[in-house]
């Protein structure tokens, strides 16, 4: 019945209810067919959360489905929080959380309404939180985990809690130097209670590992450092079972390499089907097609259907929902990485010097036509930012001119030290962080850059600028490789905006001062970035409308605010409203606080609306209304100013 | 004549000049004879820099010196600067500057007169900086050098220039995962022009490496990263220029292995005379006393005279200077850190979960005591910061409470995205960062935490304090421990210091409330820490005999300061003056600024003094002038503010 049900998918989405686990966990088979069945029907659980949430993790979650569901299931005796002295497990990479999820769900350890709130405010988050029963660290920043295990286990030894750790690991993710420096002490405190299980599907974010950054001798490296090393099928429970059996009473930390399929379990998502010098895996992150949501959909079903045919069990019973679109953006939607391509191919043509270096994220940064068109001057560097941004300092005093990228929550404090250390040095280096701000909000706050502009703060001769639309990327960039005198950061929105406003046609960039896109004369509203230039231009319109009359202010410069051209534009006005998608502390509005210091608006009032916890993880109206950054926050805090006497 | 002159420095300090070196340069000797003799001829000298400057790293500069010795006089084909295409070479660690000084000196690549003028502000900086003729990249910060030099084979790749990139390393380093991180690309690339030396001296900065964080077989480590490994006596001349020119050809990066002895040269300072369990080994840095002093003389110049006898040379003539007394601080000065040490203890005592985690700086950050008393609640970590982060992390999760310690410098940069990681998961983790501020200025930038409360601005629930005198550190501790929500950073001078104030007798950690230290009506100066807060009363103590009121208000909470307090205390006052022991972005000056945009004070003038660009090196008060926060400077802001009207 498994391709009728893919045929039946046309328009819906399929998912298996919880009773359905429940009769799979009880079924009279042997615990490697349970957990086989069992593991399949998490397929396509994760499968439907990420069709219905419209982005998510599909490849590493398939891969590691084998893993998660034996050690839930039947390896481990689990705990639910750290404190508890029962075993613990967790994966450090975090983006196969739907896997993970549909894991636990299936197991009842987490309410499986959850299954229809993927990326929902008040559902799952993209990564791993401890706010979610059963997740014990916050993942979804690579490398740490190992580290986190050792501290969990030197808790547990110091409470005479007796118990194992189980981290599992990407493959990519071993670019990272925080796992290679972890390794060390687990092997001089003789760690047996840690056991680490890399999910080796062979791809990270873009491709090939061993296209990124080959990891060579993986066994011989993981010996070398002192661990006891296995190396297994991951995908065949059976085999993994024995595996974990083998090395039960091993006074060293563990290691298991567990060979996996990328995208397992869907033929035209496994990375087998692919060319081994494939630029691009398709299926890493994001909602499969409707196309072939349908094909995987019978895939999966039909092998779920014929296992539990040959076990001799009822087949399932599946539920469906009618397949919502996707909300529309207007075709005017803007997009501001593509245009940095573009300025970026400009750039590059006019100076030989350039190099662009990526961390793995060449789609999303934007990298691919600069990698086609100059190859001798493209540097993949893998998830590897420390050393990213200490080779561009090299590159730089080399005579290069080194642009490096990577999304901004890991360009800006994962290298934070040896941004610092290039800028003592005073060459020029430009980084270009993407995935900017609390939008999108699915990824949750691993991936939510909101402290990158703080983080940056007080490095001499750093100029950190922001584009507010499309039009204006070209110009900032052109000042970063032409004008400035240092380093500089250009922080990017990735996602697509519906811009309400225009730059004027004589725009230029000059380092401090901003544009005025919005007149009015008693509140003015300064803020950086689509998103939220954006929601004040909306909130201006409610404002006037209301009576009250409100000037926007777009400042594309973040830490360098040219006071007394601000003092020029606020003057008359009798309040300032700064907004920062970032947190308040350490963005824009101490950057304008600092300006105003010098070149002070006598009598204005001054309030600022930000990020002032931890972000939630969402769709990116209800993160942006979470953190109260929605239109209507804007208005109502603007009009309270105004009305303060 | 050796020990005559061993003899000869008592009360005096003693050098070889230049033309010694040049005779020795041009001896008709064979290469191997000359390079061993001159390298000799420079541990003389970088320990007469050492002694005169008062502090610095004898250690490693001496197990170093027949590498540095070697490459630079007869291996390379030396470039000043990367750009030129000539070899290049470079010292990742570091703090073996005054051996690297010695050799540049004695080749006459360095301006021989400055051989008096290490730590000194127009002279020598503690660590490398490229200000410095023929230091081609800013370290100090471990585990870059492989990462930079990788940068600047791109470079000369690009720019078809053909040359070799030679970075020496320590091993206490190789604990830093950026280490591991960066050998991968190198295989990947095949970049054969690097070579990587690693000073095997089998310590670092505490104690040996092995009893730290164990290497375990480096050799296997490094060769199943793909490298060329090869192992020598890195103190034998003749044998290390046999192994480079035995790998030359190699098509793969290479590395060497150079077993050296920590202290090479002076039989006391070598490591080798240690027990392998020793505690500390007292020469890793700090300047040798009086004593200690002339015995190494005596060793080193016997060894010289001898060598060059039995070459048939003529003996060395030396040159002597009177060494002057160290500047005397009164019995009074106050130290912050043994004021940590006792709090610690007592805190300790209270919290059986209490766990202090340590990055190999357990003599700085005032552990030893700890460890003693609570050896179980102990972990060292090593050179590892983000490791011992992320361990911390999981140790909060795992119940305990875990206060992580290193320089400041580096605790807040290095494992940046694990601290604001630990915070998403709202545990409580205390992380206390010594060495903070402009001063000591010796170590120079690497090591002067001037950014690191901008740095871990825009954390959730993260409260930063620092201390103003001894008698406050327990009191926020206690506050950390026992009243904070969530984390804490607290901020430690590490010099003794002369403090003009007292706290008052009732005193008591308030959150966001900082403490009238002088009254007055006209100027109010806030700040922070006992270096700025001692300024400040004294230039208040100036500026009230000129006729300017003036308040000092030493503000402990850098990032929460409470602003209707703040505001009544300035009340009256006409002019604020804020000062930052750091940069001015990012600082106590912008919390203030923060807390005064909610509790405006109308009418009040607003300045701030503080870091504005990277620090010199030099001696304490000469970088306090530099960076404008001397007595002097602070008294002359403040009148000018009182002047305004």
């Known amino acids: 019945m498994g391709d009728q049900i893919g045929q039946a998918v046309d328009g819906k989405l399929v998912y298996i209810p919880f009773a359905e686990f429940e009769k799979v966990r009880k079924a009279p088979w042997s615990r490697e067919q349970r957990v086989a069945v069992f593991a399949d029907m998490c397929r396509l659980n994760a499968l439907y959360m990420i069709a219905r949430a419209g982005s998510g993790h599909i490849g590493s979650s398939f891969s590691s489905m084998e893993i998660f569901s034996w050690m839930m299931l039947e390896e481990l005796e689990l705990g639910t929080i750290p404190t508890e002295g029962n075993d613990l497990f967790f994966s450090s990479k975090g983006h196969d959380a739907p896997g993970y999820y549909a894991v636990l769900m299936g197991m009842g350890r987490l309410e499986f309404d959850l299954v229809h709130k993927l990326r929902k405010i008040d559902g799952l988050p993209g990564h791993p939180d401890v706010h979610t029963p059963n997740i014990i660290t916050n993942t979804g920043s690579l490398g740490m ?24 690991t990407g493959d990519g993710e071993l670019q990272e130097g925080q796992f290679w420096e972890s390794l060390v002490s687990a092997t ?30 993986l066994d011989a490296k993981l010996a070398a450092f002192g661990w006891r090393v296995e190396r297994c099928d991951g995908n065949d429970v059976a085999v993994l079972a024995q595996t ?15 060979d996996t399929v990328k995208g397992k379990g869907v033929s035209f998502m496994e990375h087998t089907s692919l060319d081994s010098d494939v630029d691009m895996y398709r299926f890493h992150s994001g909602a499969p097609d409707a196309n072939s949501y349908q094909k995987a959909v019978g895939e999966i079903t039909d092998r779920i259907s ?36 573009e300025a970026l191919l400009q750039q590059a043509g006019k ?59 890991f360009l800006t404090s994962r290298p934070n030290e040896q941004i610092y250390n290039n800028a003592t040095e005073k060459t020029k280096v430009i980084y270009v962080g993407s995935l900017a701000g609390v939008v999108p909000g699915g990824p949750g706050h691993s991936h939510q850059a909101v402290r990158d502009i703080a983080s940056l703060s007080g490095i001499p001769d750093m100029v950190m600028v922001e584009p507010c639309c499309a039009a204006e990327v070209a110009p900032l960039l052109d000042w970063c490789v032409n004008e400035a005198k240092g380093s500089s950061y250009i922080r990017l929105t990735s996602i697509p905006c519906d811009i309400p406003f225009a730059l004027p046609e004589d725009y230029e960039a000059v380092q401090g001062q901003g544009t005025v896109l919005v007149d009015g004369d008693t509140v003015a509203i300064v803020t950086h970035g689509p998103i939220l230039t954006g929601n004040a231009v909306r909130a201006a319109e409610q404002l006037t409308e209301a009576g009250i009359s409100t000037k926007v202010i777009n400042m594309p410069w973040l830490n360098t605010v040219d006071g007394s051209w601000l003092a020029q534009a606020l003057a008359g006005c009798t309040a300032l409203l700064t907004l920062d998608n970032h947190y308040m502390d350490g963005g824009l509005s101490d950057a304008v606080g600092r300006a105003l210091e010098c070149d002070p608006v006598v009598g204005l009032k001054v309030s600022r609306l930000g990020v002032s916890d ?31 006497r």
Chains 1, 2 share one sequence.
């Open 145 to 168: 985990g190992i580290s986190k295990a050792k501290g969990m286990i030197h808790a547990n030894r110091l409470a005479e809690r007796d118990a194992r750790v189980v981290v599992l």
């Open 351 to 409: 100076h030989p010097n350039l190099v662009a270096l990526d961390a793995d994220l060449i789609l999303d940064t934007g990298l691919i036509p600069f990698r086609e068109t100059f190859p001798e001057r493209f540097i993949e560097c893998g998830i590897a930012e420390q050393d990213m941004v200490s080779m561009a300092g090299g590159l730089a005093l080399g005579g290069a001119l080194p642009i490096a990228h990577s999304f901004s929550c």
């Open 306 to 341: 014929a296992a539990i045919a040959d076990l001799g069990g009822d087949d399932i019973a599946y539920d469906f929902i009618v397949r919502e679109p996707a909300p529309a953006l207007p075709e005017t939607a803007q997009k501001l990485i593509p245009a940095y391509t």
């Open 188 to 217: 001089n405190h003789k760690l047996h209670e840690l056991i680490v299980v890399i999910d080796h599907n062979k791809l990270q974010s873009d491709t090939f590992v061993k296209n990124v950054s080959d990891l060579g001798d």
């Open 614 to 644: 931890v972000p939630p993880s969402g769709t990116n109206s209800e993160v942006l209304d979470a953190v109260g950054l929605s239109v209507e926050h804007i208005a109502a805090r603007a009009t309270a100013l105004a009305e303060v």
């Open 244 to 258: 974990l059996a083998d090395m039960k009473d091993d006074p060293y930390p563990k290691v298991i390499i567990a």
